[in-house]
């Protein structure tokens, strides 16, 4: 028995923990957020009262003008810049793998801002 798990089963045992963390880490806070969603929610003396409130949090976001502004930013935003982005990444990855010459330079000044943090990199161009 414990030969078979060390040899056929062991990668599932090995990536249970993993699976467990990302269980844990993405669903409870959307359990959260949904029960946020028809609650109102009061902090109160280090601890969390919630007050069933059914879709009146929704009616207060659809009468709202600036999370109507927000939403259609958002919406403008993702279907311009999402295809544009796509496009410029494939068209410069085809680029760079057809350059012989100093084919390893460039791939590394195209790498390297993808591997600081947003924040310098931001402080940098600004």
């Known amino acids: 028995m414990l030969g078979r798990?060390?040899?056929e089963d062991f990668k599932y045992?090995?990536?249970?923990?993993?699976?467990?963390a990302l269980l844990v880490l993405?669903?409870?806070?959307?359990?959260?957020?949904?029960?946020?969603?028809f609650a109102e929610v009061e902090l109160v003396s280090g601890g969390t009262i919630f007050s069933y409130v059914g879709l009146e949090n929704l009616r207060t976001l659809?009468?709202?003008?600036?999370?109507r502004i927000a939403l259609t930013n958002t919406v403008l935003f993702t279907v311009v810049v999402?295809?544009?982005e796509a496009f410029l990444g494939l068209a410069l990855a085809y680029?760079?793998?057809?350059?012989?010459?100093?084919s390893g330079f460039y791939r590394t000044v195209l790498i390297v801002p993808l591997l600081l943090p947003p924040s310098p990199s931001?402080?940098?161009g600004a």
């Open 82 to 84: 999402v295809p544009i």
């Open 62 to 67: 659809l009468d709202d003008r600036v999370a």
């Open 26 to 37: 993405t669903l409870y806070p959307a359990f959260q957020l949904v029960r946020m969603a």
């Open 5 to 7: 798990l060390l040899n």
């Open 122 to 124: 931001a402080r940098c």
């Open 95 to 102: 680029l760079v793998s057809q350059v012989r010459a100093l």
């Open 13 to 20: 045992v090995a990536i249970a923990p993993l699976i467990l």
